[in-house]
Structures are given as C-alpha cells and as structure tokens.
C-alpha cells in the first residue's frame, strides 16, 4: 500500500528521476491511498505553472488511486501526529492517511524524513 507525497506526483508528472523511482507506486492503483489534500496541491501547483486542462489531467490520473476523504476521525488522528512529529497540517493529514491504511509514504518532504514508513528522497 502507498501514499505519494504531492512533491513524488509533481516529479512524476515532470518525467523526472525521481518521477520514474515513484512511477511503480503510482501505477498500481489499487494499492495507492490519495489523500485528497493532495489532489489540492497537486491541482493548484500545476494550474498555477501550466494551465487548468493539465491540471484536471493529471487530477484524473491520481483519483485512479483510492482517493481518501477527510473525516472527523483522520482529523483528530492527523492532529495527534501533527502534535507528536511536529508537522504542518497538510502534512499532518497525508501521514495520517498514510499510517491508518498501513502504506508507504513516498516523498521528498524534509518533514517527514527519518519518521517510519516513509521513503525520502532528497531533492535534486
């Protein structure tokens, strides 16, 4: 099981190193997780550098994943880790996302580095 960082889905949809490293996760779908905050910071980041039919492109490819909803009880749960890793809100949702499905972050955000069932990649 995996959850992609918004950092690993920008680098895939770049067809960058990073982007192929992560292709294998992403392209089992029925084992990836998509928070959907990431569909925000996905969609926004490429609305603002290329346009919105790319956007909504590449917003369709993730929801291939199992796009997971938040809800009263991953809030609480992200908080908690939030409080505990010292982690910024979007963050706090995707670990917890991350954690209650038992899946492996991918990601190249320096907050989640060294925490458990995260794979980090250093930014090239």
């Given amino acids: 099981m995996n959850v992609i960082d918004s950092s690993c889905w920008l680098e895939y949809f770049a067809g960058t190193h990073v982007g192929d490293m992560?292709?294998?996760?992403i392209e089992k779908t029925t084992f990836l997780f998509v928070?959907?905050?990431?569909?925000?910071?996905?969609?926004?980041?490429?609305?603002?550098?290329?346009?919105?039919d790319k956007a909504l492109?590449?917003?369709a490819h993730m929801k291939q994943g199992n796009v997971v909803k938040l809800d009263s009880d991953l809030a609480i749960y992200a908080a908690k880790l939030a409080t505990q890793y010292r982690i910024?809100?979007?963050?706090?949702?995707i670990y917890a996302?991350?954690?209650k499905f038992n899946c492996l972050l991918w990601t190249q955000?320096?907050?989640f580095q060294g925490l458990p069932s995260v794979k980090y990649f250093e930014k090239e």
Avoid: C, G, Q, W
């Avoid at 992560?22 to 996760?25: F, L, P």
């Avoid at 969609?43 to 603002?48: A, C, Q, T, V």
């Avoid at 910024?88 to 949702?93: C, N, Q, Y």
């Fill in 22 to 25: 992560v292709s294998a996760a």
């Fill in 35 to 52: 928070p959907t905050i990431t569909l925000y910071e996905v969609f926004k980041k490429l609305l603002l550098e290329l346009d919105e």
């Fill in 57 to 59: 492109f590449a917003v």
């Fill in 88 to 93: 910024p809100l979007a963050d706090s949702i």
């Fill in 97 to 99: 996302t991350t954690r």
């Fill in 109 to 111: 955000d320096k907050h």
